[in-house]
Every structure is written in C-alpha cells, then in structure tokens.
Nanobody, 115 residues
Framework: QVQLVESGGGLVQPGGSLRLSCTGS????????MAWYRQAPGKQRDVVAS???????NYADSVKGRFTISRDYAKNTVYLQMNSLKPEDTAVYYC?????????WGQGTQVTVSS
C-alpha cells in the first residue's frame, strides 16, 4: 500500500512563497493521478490542484495563476509551488490520489500565511 508523506509547510508572510512536496513509497506512485488538497479550520477539505499520470494539470479557481503542481517520476514526488500567498491560503495541505483514497490520507503539512 502506498504511503504518502507531505512536507514543506511553514509560516510565511503574505506575498511569499512555499514549495510543498509529497513523496510516495512505491514505484506504482507514478501511475496515479495525484492531487493536493487543503483544509482550513472549520471548513471541509477541498482540492487545490491535480495532475494526471501524464502531467496534465488542473487548478481550483482560487489558486489559478499562483500555484503550480508538478511531479518528478524518478523521485516518486509531487510538488506544489505556491506563490503570492494570501492569508486565506492558510490550511493543512494534503496530497492524495485525484479520486481520494481514504487509506492514503497522511498527516498533511501546515501552511500559515500571516504577517
């Protein structure tokens, strides 16, 4: 069973940048369509961006033009480059398959955007 480990979160000022990483534990990771999700306190978990196993990307309207999802097949890793961060981007960020698998949810990584 694939294990997903997220990293790269932190505290950043508005307008700043962060890059999140999600590394999968098995070679089959490269065959999955993957996505980044986020959950703010008191809100539901929503998809932020997705990438197919062929590299086709899609973004939530709220992050278009600011976030970029990518993947490195050799490293079994999916990235989320986040630029021009806003306070409303504050959340715990998770990665999972694009059709989320309950067994794959990890601890996530906290992103806090605050001055």
């Amino acid at each position: 069973q694939v294990q997903l480990v997220e990293s790269g979160g932190g505290l950043v000022q508005p307008g700043g940048s962060l890059r999140l990483s999600c590394t999968g534990s098995e070679r089959s990771f490269s065959t999955y369509h993957m996505a980044w999700y986020r959950q703010a306190p008191g809100k539901q978990r929503d998809v932020v961006a997705s990438i197919t196993n062929g590299g086709i990307t899609n973004y939530a309207d709220s992050v278009k033009g600011r976030f970029t999802i990518s993947r490195d097949y050799a490293k079994n890793t999916v990235y989320l480059q986040m630029n021009s961060l806003k306070p409303e981007d504050t959340a715990v960020y998770y990665c999972n398959t694009a059709a989320p698998n309950q067994a794959f949810w990890g601890q996530g990584t906290q992103v806090t955007v605050s001055s």
